[in-house]
């Protein structure tokens, strides 16, 4: 099955990237983007091991989530959060890597149900060049962090980005070094925040190489989108 084979073929590709950028093997999770994919497509990679799973729009990923319910998945929250849809990505996901909004994280901290671990959080990073107008700035990074500090339901993981797209290995890199250099910075007074949510099926090589630890993929695994 092409799912399968897919699968195979990224993983073979992670572990090659994380030797060739001296990355620890096992350093790097692959998150599948299943956002427009059927239950029957996520569940044929769940057959082959995948536990990770990311979904952009909060009302087809709680059909999924439902439907397949199988406790050892790991669902992410990867798209635009509308903050009426705060109360149901609380109750239903486990990562949320688009917070670019105290508002929104206010939300989230006082909806995740208290029986549940704190939800972990990426702040979404506007690198200069991206396309969509979501994320924070990089100089307003450090006071941002400051204002989640209250949120004791949140566990801030660390950053996520989404560059503009580029067809250049060393034009891709650059955004995710920036990312890079800036968790480091952070990590000095939080050692705590382990985790570089970047790169896609495009970009996943330059990502790796500037130390990435979650990638997303969505096209190299499932094949192209019909849609969004
Ligand atoms: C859709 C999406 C992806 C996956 O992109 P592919 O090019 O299909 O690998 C990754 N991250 C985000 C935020 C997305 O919306």
Redesign the pocket.
């Given at each position: 099955m092409k799912i399968t084979d897919n699968l195979a073929h990224i993983r073979h590709e992670i572990k090659l990237l994380e030797k060739r950028y001296s990355r620890g093997a096992g350093s790097v999770c692959l998150l599948a983007?299943s956002?427009t994919r059927s239950v029957d497509e996520i569940l044929a990679a769940i057959q082959e091991g995948q536990r990770h799973f990311?979904e952009?729009y909060c009302q087809e990923a709680l059909e999924k989530i439902v439907a397949i319910k199988i406790p050892e998945l790991v669902w992410h929250f990867?798209?635009p959060i509308q903050s009426n849809k705060t109360r149901q990505i609380a109750a239903h996901f486990d990562w949320v890597h688009t917070v670019d909004r105290i508002k929104i994280a206010r939300r989230l901290d006082e909806m995740r149900p208290d029986n549940l671990q704190p939800l972990n959080i990426c702040i979404q990073v506007n690198i200069s060049g991206e396309e969509s107008k979501a994320g924070i700035a990089i100089d307003a990074l450090h006071d941002f962090m400051e204002e989640l500090k209250p949120f004791k339901r949140l566990k801030v993981r660390g950053l996520m980005a989404?560059p503009a797209p580029s067809s250049n290995f060393d034009e891709q890199r650059k955004p995710f070094a920036i990312l890079n250099q800036k968790l480091q910075e952070l990590r000095l007074a939080r050692p705590e925040l382990d985790t570089l949510s970047m790169g896609?099926?495009?970009d996943m090589a330059a990502a790796i190489a500037e130390g990435a630890t979650i990638v997303?993929?969505?096209?190299?695994l499932f094949g192209p989108?019909n849609s969004g």
């Open positions: 983007v956002k990311g952009n990867i798209g989404l896609t099926t495009q997303r993929i969505g096209t190299a989108r």
